[in-house]
């Protein structure tokens, strides 16, 4: 073990959202697990869901802690508790979050200021840690939980302006990303908005970018196999530094608890044992999982749409269902009448209203496949396990991900949306019944396309396995990465001796 003086102390900061706090979380318990003496910096209602696995880790000796800080509910006008992306439950309250982390932002400062880590691991939302990195005189590595490929997407449309050859009336004009190493095409209208004209959003990507280009390097939660091209092009064309250390839920989240404990209040509810044993009673890779993630909106209309989809495809499933922003219900209200009775007396499907414990389902040999809006993580978990997936992406950088995984790895169905939409608003597009019904038939119904994108998944299964072992990519690059902050450090050390 490193004596004090030698000892590498990293401070992480991850933004409030499950998305990007959940891997954030877990590459700073990888850290600890290779010797680093590591503090996440979070506000007190986001300590509670994630300190169960911290609190483990502690106790098996490694040197891991929150320093959870007040989230300012008062002085924004939160209700007490409301302190993540994925608990809002109105857009206006949007507003108030983006308040508070001015708010939060003086408070961190003070707290790098008085900790003085060795380095700051930092959220893409808090580009104002660079400023403090430098002045500690500590290098900042920049964390988005996204994958490599939608980076160089994002990069080649900024640069290179593909859509600006539209026409400007026609949305589903076809815009091709001739400079990346794969054939792409997408629609104009599944870019981010505020990639094809200049929105609030759009001033703070630059600031956000021009904070990645200026800090030492990129944490990756991805690893080169399955990115290999994309890894190359982040690095020369673009010219950044990276380190691919993922896929990181595999790698830390070695047993039962581990996995169902990643984001959770209540430890004691026993619903990883009930859908595990539904699962048991299902045969291997029949069931379908469908999930939208932790801040996707879905309309009335869509949400009957897939129920009536579902059923009719006779499918057995596992659906995890949020509420409905607009309507404060739970989508069971907008399901058709006598669904929710239907799928518990065939035993075909399970609803989870709430927080799902995917990873457990992922990895349950009964699961054959999940319809995702293609958040990273849920690819990369799906990767884990092996799985191929329904693509139905809706906002952020989802549609990118979609591409890769169509049009690089060959392990997606695309249900075919065609319109980007904004973070937080129900899609105006509704894909209908038979859509739904065709695509979940299609993956589950094991024609022999089917089978070659399971081969494909397996494989990259088995790569993702392999680069977390010992002498893995991920494995390489993590130790790689530690003994250059290491040196970092003494440099300092010796300097201010
Ligand atoms: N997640 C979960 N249970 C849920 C919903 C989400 O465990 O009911 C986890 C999921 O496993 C993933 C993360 O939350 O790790 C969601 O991240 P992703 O990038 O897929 O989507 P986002 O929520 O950021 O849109």
């Known amino acids: 073990m490193d004596s004090e003086t030698d000892q590498l102390r990293i401070f992480f900061l991850p933004f409030i959202s499950a998305g990007h706090m959940i891997p954030m979380v ?48 008062a002085e924004v006008g939160l209700p007490e508790g409301i302190e993540s992306l994925s608990t809002i439950t109105s857009m206006e309250m949007m507003g108030s979050i983006r308040q508070a982390l001015k ?58 302006e593909p859509h600006k050859h539209c026409s400007v009336d026609s949305n589903y004009d076809v815009v091709s990303l001739r400079g990346l190493p794969h054939k792409i095409d997408m629609l104009m209208s599944q870019l981010p908005d505020w990639s094809r004209k200049v929105t609030d959003f759009t001033d703070f990507m630059e600031v956000m970018t021009g904070a990645e280009e200026k800090s030492y390097g990129m944490l990756m939660n991805s690893f080169s196999e399955l990115e290999s091209d994309y890894e190359e092009y982040f690095k020369t064309t673009m010219g950044l530094r990276a380190w691919s250390v993922g896929p990181i839920s595999l790698w830390v989240n070695k047993n039962v608890p581990d996995k169902a404990q990643r984001y959770i209040h209540n430890t004691n509810d026993n619903k990883e044992y009930e859908i595990v044993s539904w699962l048991n009673s299902k045969e291997d890779n029949s069931v379908l999982y469908v999930s939208f993630g932790s801040m996707t909106n879905l309309s009335v209309t869509q949400i009957k749409e897939i129920a009536y989809g579902l059923e009719a495809s006779g499918h057995p499933f596992i659906w995890a269902v949020k509420k409905i922003e607009s309507k404060e219900l739970y989508c069971e209200e907008a399901f058709p009448e006598g669904f929710d009775e239907r799928m518990s007396e065939s035993k075909n499907g399970v609803i989870i209203k709430g927080w799902a414990p995917q990873v457990v389902i992922l990895e349950h040999r009964a699961i054959g496949g999940m319809v995702t809006h293609c958040g990273w993580n849920s690819i990369l978990e799906c990767v884990n396990a092996g799985l191929p997936m329904i693509t139905w992406p809706v906002f952020a950088e989802q549609f990118y991900n979609e591409r890769f995984l169509i049009d690089v790895v060959g392990i997606g169905v695309s249900m075919g949306v065609k319109e980007w939409s904004d973070f937080g608003q129900e899609p105006k597009e509704v894909v209908s019944r038979e859509e739904v019904e065709k695509a979940v038939k299609v993956l589950m119904g094991g024609g022999e396309e089917v089978n070659e994108l399971r081969k494909r998944a397996s494989k990259l299964r088995d790569a993702a396995k392999k680069a977390v072992e010992i002498g893995g990519s991920s494995h390489v690059n993590l130790i790689a990465l530690i003994d250059e902050l290491k040196s970092l450090k003494n440099i300092r050390n010796v300097c201010i001796d």
């Not at 318990?29 to 880790?57: S, Y």
């Not at 005189?137 to 980076?151: D, E, N, T, V």
Request: proline share 4%.
């Open 26 to 73: 877990e590459e700073a318990r990888l850290f600890a697990k290779h010797g680093v003496d590591v503090t996440v910096i979070i506000t007190q209602a986001n300590a509670a869901l994630i300190h169960n696995n911290i609190d483990r880790d502690f106790r098996a000796g490694h040197r891991i802690r929150t320093h959870a800080i007040r989230f300012p509910s």
């Open 103 to 160: 708010i939060l932002q003086q408070t961190i400062e003070q707290l790098l200021y008085d900790g003085r880590p060795d380095c700051i691991v930092a959220d893409m939302f808090y580009p104002w840690t660079l400023e403090v990195a430098n002045k500690l005189g500590i290098p900042r590595l920049a964390f988005r939980g996204c994958s490599y490929f939608s980076l160089c997407a994002e990069y080649y449309v900024r640069v290179c």
